[in-house]
């Protein structure tokens, strides 16, 4: 679901960031005002856990992956705005620091992913978890909103990139940008998002929800009670990264220049001058190997560092909003 750079045009990416300036604005006002000092702990920690979990690739038949986005637990957990500073600062990092999602396509990310995500699982989950929700209706209500969150999120990149022939195309008639028009698109992503990710999407987001308010000490609600056992469940996810090394096949539409080139037999030429130019410092995950390192610890490394900057960089926006 991360669209690299060289998929949509520069004038589709300025349109995103055109949109996205004012959200990101009114998002961390509107955080600044609902979040508490004691909920900055959770923020970071939801954070992180949608940093980790996007790393858990989970492989498809025919070769592609894809992986659970997280994008309605934080929306759930502290609000739709919040959810929006958190994902946003997750696929920020993953952006400028790995690589994974394009910079210029960092606002359309955003979009996809922090805005639609948090707001539609947050608006879903509110409105079938109103009232006193028991257990069962609360997990019920999270796992709905997430899975609906995440096929609108996914139903929107492939609006994005199947609108791309249709908007800029060079004399030759060929796309400039992502080639695959909306009915090739749509299906693709939408068919693996409705039977596979989905369902794995709506389990995760309604385990996490009913295991912070299991823990029954106001987590979600008061801000109450210790975090440290979902810091360890944080580390322990860090230290499984590795596991998602098993899927090795690319997701659809995140395809390298000579994976597009296999597939349709050219590279447009608007891929060709604007992707892959920014490749990240530690691109795919990998950290220098210097000590020779096997490839899972340092998937596993990388996952750590991320995890660390995230929580630093939310404390940062805390400081600076609450100036």
Known sequence: MHIPDGYLSPATCGVFYAAMAPVWYFASKRAEKTLKPREMPLLALGAAFVFVIMMFNIPLPGGSSGHMAGGAVVAIALGPWAGIIAMSLALALQAFLFGDGGLMALAANCFNMAVVMSLSGYGIYRA???????????????????????????????????????????????????????????????????????????VGTALVVSYVHGMNRGLLHEGKGSLKPLWIAMAVLAVLTPAGLIASGTPWGEWGKEELAELIGYVPSGMERYGEAWKGLVPDYSLPRMSGLPEPVVYMLSALLGSALLVAAVYAWGRIWRR
Request: hydrophobic share 60%.
């Open 128 to 202: 079938l978890a109103f009232g006193e929700p028991g257990p069962g209706r609360r997990f019920f209500a999270a796992a709905v909103a997430a899975y609906v969150a995440v096929n609108l999120a996914a139903l929107a990149v492939a609006v994005e990139l199947g609108m791309q022939p249709l908007l800029a195309a060079g004399a030759d008639g060929r796309p400039l940008y992502a080639p695959y028009p909306l009915s090739i698109s749509v299906p693709a992503m939408m068919l693996p998002h409705l039977f596979f990710f989905g369902p794995i999407e709506a």
